[in-house]
Every structure is written in structure tokens, then in C-alpha cells.
């Protein structure tokens, strides 16, 4: 087993959909975005952040996540992404004070994980009821490994090879965030 490409998983998608009415599946099929620079930094304004990982700048310009889910993980609802990520990281959430202690902005929501990145590093972690602010779990290296992942798990999924996929998770992600990728697949 290996990851997904970002170009296999929409071929895979789009595939795995192709008979089925789009608005049925209008969630899973990750869609071009025309987003640019200046979206960017509007949402690092917003955000009070300095800067942003270029691969997560990358893959949010060139796809529309705002209505994009993939197994355990929701990054938006026929939402605008970079309005849905101010949405997820302003004050009025319950979490903003512990994700700026931490440096990290909401990614994403899933059952039980949140997704998480951080600005520094470029990883994505994930915080759980079980697991708090402090000691989230890396789930991936990068926003791009955790898409791949996210895809990879929804081809193990659907091609039934779900212990190959999490025998691979844990060699590709690590110990810690196999406890993620249990959820996700």
C-alpha cells in the first residue's frame, strides 16, 4: 500500500462517482478553486498569523475545500473555506484561547478528532475529547500527507483492505497517530 497522490485521489473520486447523481456526492468531490494571494493574506489577517504553510496555501487556492468531506473529516459545508477557517479559529469559539497558546488554527472538525495545523511546522495534529489542548497527537507531516492519507483511507475503505491500510498508517504516520487513522478508516 502507499499514499494516494492529490491527482489520484480526484481520479479515484471522481471515478468511484461518476454514476451517481453529483448532487448526491457534492461533498466528496474535491472541486477547482480560483482563490489567490490575496485571499491568502486576508485570511492571515484575520487569522493574526504571520504566515501559512506553502503546501496548505497551495492546495486551498488550487481546490475548494468549503464543501469538501473525506471520512472523519468535514472542512466545509457549502461554505466559502477561508471564511469557514476564520469562522473555525475566531474568538467566539470555546477552543481560541487554547489554539493560540498552542500556534495552531482549526483545519477541519471529524467524529471525535479536530484537525489542527500549525503554522510553524506545517503538521497537522488532532485533539479529541479524549486527548486536550496540549497534548494533541501529529497526525501528519503536512497538510498535503494528511489529504493523502484522508484519501488513501476512503480507497482502503472502499476496496476492503482496511488492516493493510492501518498496518501502512502506522509506518507512514506514525504510533501516536494511528489512534487517528483507526477513526478515519
Not at 140 to 157: C, E, P, V
Not at 161 to 176: D, K, P, T
Amino acid at each position: 500500500m502507499k499514499l494516494l497522490t492529490i491527482e489520484k485521489l480526484l481520479e479515484f473520486l471522481n471515478t468511484e462517482f461518476k454514476d451517481v447523481d453529483p448532487e448526491m456526492v457534492d461533498d466528496l468531490l474535491l472541486k477547482g478553486n480560483d482563490a489567490d494571494e490575496k485571499n491568502v493574506n486576508s485570511l492571515m489577517d484575520e487569522l493574526e498569523i504571520e504566515k501559512l504553510p506553502k503546501d496548505f496555501v497551495d492546495l486551498i487556492c488550487k481546490y475548494d475545500f468549503g464543501n469538501f468531506s473525506i471520512q472523519n473529516v468535514q472542512f466545509g459545508y457549502e461554505d466559502n473555506y477561508f471564511e469557514k477557517l476564520e469562522e473555525l479559529n475566531s474568538k467566539d469559539q470555546y477552543w481560541y484561547n487554547d489554539i493560540k497558546k498552542r500556534n495552531l488554527i482549526v483545519i477541519g472538525l471529524g467524529d471525535p478528532f479536530t484537525a489542527l495545523l500549525s503554522p510553524d511546522n506545517g503538521a497537522v495534529y488532532g485533539v479529541s475529547p479524549e486527548i486536550s489542548f496540549g497534548t494533541e497527537i501529529k497526525i501528519a507531516d503536512s497538510f498535503t500527507h494528511f489529504i493523502r492519507g484522508l484519501g488513501s483511507a476512503f480507497y482502503a475503505k472502499r476496496n476492503n483492505v482496511r488492516n493493510e491500510f492501518l498496518e501502512f498508517a502506522e509506518e507512514e504516520f506514525g504510533a501516536a497517530g494511528l489512534q487517528f487513522w483507526k477513526y478515519a478508516i
